[in-house]
Structures are given as C-alpha cells and as structure tokens.
T-cell receptor, first 110, second 113 residues
C-alpha cells in the first residue's frame, strides 16, 4: 500500500501559539488528502478535505480559521492549529488516497 | 448519508480463542470497506479491505472478513487470538476510491492470558 508520513509524531506547545503538522505521501501523488481528529478513546472524525491547489473543504463545526490547511503540492498537506488552546489537545491524523494513514500527531497544549 | 456501526464497544477474549468483531454499514450502493487496528498512541494499520469480488477477504496477522450484502455487514474474524491482538479495531466505509472514510465507533479488544 501507499506510504504516508506525518510529522511531528508528538508536539507540546504553549497556549496561544501555533503548531504546524505535515502530511506527506511518499510514493504517489495525492490531489486530495484528509485530516481527522481523534479524541481519547473515541473514533476518528473527519475535520477537512485538503485539495491540492484550492481551498480545503471543512466539515460542519470545524473552525477553518483555527485549523488552517494548505495543500501546495501533490505530496504535501499541512495542518496549522492557530492560537492553540488546551481544548485543541488531541490526536490528529492525515490520510492520502483515502485509505492510507500517517502515523498521527499527538498535540498537547499547555 | 453513510454510516458505520460497531455494536460492541468492548470485547474480552481468552488467548487462543476465536474472535469476531461486528460491523454494519449503511450506504446506498456497495461501498469499499476496511478494517484497521490501532494500538494505544499509534496510528492506524490496515488489516484488510473489500472492494469487489470474493466476499471473503484475507488480511494480515491472520485476520479475515466477510462481506454480506444482504446483512450490510463486514465482520472481522480471527481463529485464534494472540496477546498482541489486544488493541482498538475500526471498521470504515468509503463510497469511492480516494474518498474520505467514515469510521465506526471502534471495538476495544482485551485478551486474557
């Protein structure tokens, strides 16, 4: 299957700062990538669809100004959590090709 | 609208015993179906997938799943579990290749020695 690399795997940041998470498809070109969020002991919820060269499509209830998504190339999508707060602490995971997932990023906001 | 239901939140099974995890879906056509496993703090590992053809799908780690259109189900099975199979298992549905996945709520599997 395809290889998706996500970085960093863990990050701790202070409240009010911004954090960028990268998602790379290593062996294929992905015009579409997806960003999910997983709360502790919960399932994965789709946050947004990242479209190469155009604006991301956000799911209902997801603040687009807080979770900035950029998909500037066919192999890279980034998620930036802006002005992070403790309630943004979560496990964020990306996918490419629909079914192939990165390793996930554990974000802790202190 | 599409949805996936995993009726069992927790399952406890003895090591060496068989395991079956249930998954039911709702979708207007035949979807693509997946099973993933997630260990604590880790990402998702794809166990197997069904796109079309043979309704009994073999996956990694000795797992298999059977697609039953009449029951809208895609249950995961393993004949003999190992302690390392303790994890969270997610069933997921995809409407078309490359589309987003819709996940079930997950089933946590505990393995007793």
């Amino acid at each position: 299957g395809a290889v998706v690399s996500q970085h960093p795997s863990r990050v701790i940041c202070k409240s009010g700062t911004s954090v960028k998470i990268e998602c790379r498809s290593l062996d294929f070109q992905a015009t579409t990538m997806f960003w999910y969020r997983q709360f502790p002991k919960k399932s994965l919820m789709l946050m947004a669809t990242s479209n190469e060269g155009s604006k991301a499509t956000y799911e209902q209830g997801v603040e687009k100004d807080k979770f900035l998504i950029n998909h500037a190339s066919l192999t890279l999508s980034t998620l930036t959590v802006t002005s992070a707060h403790p309630e943004d602490s979560s496990f964020y995971i990306c996918s490419a090709g629909g079914a192939f997932f990165g390793q996930g990023t554990r974000l802790t906001v202190v | 609208a599409q949805s996936v239901t995993q009726p069992d939140i927790h399952i406890t099974v003895s090591e060496g015993a068989s395991l079956e995890l249930r998954c039911n879906y709702s979708y207007g056509a035949t979807p693509y179906l997946f099973w993933y496993v997630q260990s604590p703090g880790q990402g998702l590992q794809l166990l197997l997938k069904y796109f079309s053809g043979d309704t009994l799908v073999q996956g990694i780690k000795g797992f298999e799943a059977e697609f039953k259109r009449s029951q809208s189900s895609f249950n995961l099975r393993k004949p003999s579990v190992h302690w390392s199979d303790a994890a969270e298992y997610f069933c997921a549905l995809q409407g078309a290749a490359g589309n987003k996945l819709t996940f079930g709520g997950g089933t946590r599997v505990l393995v007793k020695p």
